[in-house]
């Protein structure tokens, strides 16, 4: 009971926040902006759904690409570690 109530002010705390924003002009010109190329986006990939499942794959290789780097990038910063410690403990052992 207490967890539904809690998402329910939440819910709520975020429709009315989101809605006293907009009594901002540039809110609204931003907002209203946003949701038109939205529904722009929206209307094209509902047409050209081979373009979505295109972009998901680009999008999903680039991300895969760049994880990629970053763990060769970390586990070569690993291996220059153990090497220095090795060192350091050749060196403590004399």
Not at 24 to 37: E, Q
Not at 45 to 65: F, M, R, T, V, W
Not at 72 to 77: G, H, N
Request: overall charge positive; proline content about 1%.
């Amino acid at each position: 009971m207490g967890k539904e109530t809690l998402i329910k002010g939440i819910a709520a705390g975020a429709l009315v926040g989101g809605l006293l924003t907009l009594f901002d002009r540039d809110t609204r010109i931003f907002v209203s902006k946003n949701l038109k190329n939205c529904g722009d986006k929206s209307v094209y990939y509902a047409k050209n759904p081979a373009d979505a499942i295109h972009q998901l794959n680009a999008g999903y290789a680039k991300c895969s690409e760049q994880l990629s780097s970053g763990l060769t990038t970390a586990l070569d910063m690993l291996n220059q570690l153990q090497e220095v410690t090795k060192k350091i403990d050749n060196r403590d052992a004399k």
